[in-house]
């Protein structure tokens, strides 16, 4: 079976990073690279348009001080796409990222509403395929503060020694950019199963997975400041909303001051003890013997907490965050307990530098499972 060949216009942006790191993880498919520099150029964006079987539409502007520049940007994208896939006589599949701000009576939501509009028309006058995707409110890891969502000023500001402020406190519909990323493969599955050069147009009004108070939500991170950030606490993560919110928060900390979180040391004429963790929360914890100059790991997670604890021994724990080159490396003594925790979407391993074996303490927020398709290996100096 040939694979699907999917490009996503705004790969670099906080939906598109997510979708191009999931659709990296399908068999079935082979990623386009998409650079927003493209749009510049009608030859390296026709180059682009005539490679793709798919074409996921998100690049847009969301904020600016004038809204009419945010209108003229979003329906200029639109164009120079239409224009692109006539001029090369290409009928991609093509998804477009809009929002339910179309029902409000702003310019930003006008252009997502007419930019829908302009690519449904180019769909049936080139007998092809779209698919308008009208969705909520995103959240999740890695969203720009000040821009993507106030779940990620928040997160942001809690975690650098600001004071977030409600402006007002409604209820929003959430989705989590990683069931979202996965809704969206599903449409595209299920289009490329339909017949080649007929008009297929589709309106989807994408569902909301959570629906929350912007004062409930914020009292949830701030709970997970005082107890994980402050003091290494778990919170309960048995509800999915509140799982996908503390894997987000996680990812906004500074881990390089942040970890390794050293543990108190009791110690008396029988030995010592140490507290590993405080958790409100199940999952399974294990333990390991590494042998000098042994490296475990070399895997990511892409919706499981992690913690390793050194409690006898050396050893360095390197992360990095997939899709990127910079690589955090921490060292670790059993003489003083401590612990890094693993985020989402980080490649992560630890290695015993010293020359007796190395006593490591795992958790996990979830009975591990090597077959549930949670765990991908990707070595930590391998940038993907």
């Known amino acids: 079976m040939n694979k699907l060949k999917i490009g996503i216009t705004g790969q670099p942006g906080f939906v598109g990073t997510h979708l191009y790191n999931y659709l990296g993880l399908q068999t079935n498919v082979e990623r386009i690279p998409f650079k927003d520099e493209y749009f510049e150029s009608e030859e390296t964006l026709n180059n682009f348009v005539k490679q793709c079987d798919v074409i996921v539409h998100l690049a847009a502007m969301n904020r600016h001080p004038d809204p009419q520049v945010i209108y003229e940007t979003n329906i200029n994208l639109v164009k120079k796409l239409i224009k692109a896939c006539e001029t090369t006589e290409s009928t991609p599949h093509i998804l477009f990222s809009s929002s339910t701000q179309e029902e409000r009576d702003n310019l930003y939501g006008k252009s997502k509403y007419e930019g829908r509009k302009l690519l449904e028309a180019w769909a049936f006058r080139n007998n092809a395929k779209f698919t308008g ?3 909520p409110n995103v959240f999740g890891p890695f969203g720009r503060p000040y821009y993507n969502s106030f779940i990620a000023t928040f997160c942001y500001q809690l975690t650098h020694g600001e004071q977030p402020k ?8 959430l989705i989590y950019v990683g069931e979202l990323v996965q809704e969206i493969f599903a449409h595209i599955v299920a289009m490329s199963s339909k017949k080649q050069g007929v008009a297929v147009v589709e309106e989807v009004r994408v569902k909301y997975t959570s629906e929350r108070k912007v004062s409930e939500t914020l009292n949830l991170l701030e709970g997970f400041k005082k107890n994980y950030f402050e ?3 778990i919170p309960d993560l048995n509800d999915p909303f509140e799982r996908n919110l503390f894997n987000t928060f996680v990812t906004y900390i500074d881990f390089e001051t942040f970890f390794p979180f050293y543990l108190t040391k009791h110690t ?11 958790l409100n929360s199940g999952g399974q914890v294990s333990f390991s013997t590494t042998k000098s100059g042994i490296t475990r790991g070399n895997h990511f997670h892409t919706r499981k907490a992690e913690r390793f604890a050194v409690i006898k021994g050396k050893a360095r724990i390197q992360l990095r965050r997939i899709g990127t080159e910079k690589i955090l490396s921490f060292e670790l003594d059993g003489e003083n307990p401590s612990f890094v925790d693993m985020p989402i979407w980080y490649t992560h391993n630890i290695t015993n530098i010293g020359e007796e074996d190395l006593y490591t303490i795992f958790w996990i927020n979830e009975h591990y499972n090597p077959e549930d398709g949670d ?7 391998c940038n993907e």
């Open 133 to 135: 995707l009208i969705i």
């Open 166 to 173: 409600i402006d007002v406190d409604g209820t929003v519909k």
């Open 231 to 233: 003091k290494g606490i």
């Open 268 to 278: 008396d004429d029988r030995g010592s003890f140490v507290e590993l963790i405080k």
């Open 375 to 381: 765990t991908f290996f990707k070595p930590v100096n």
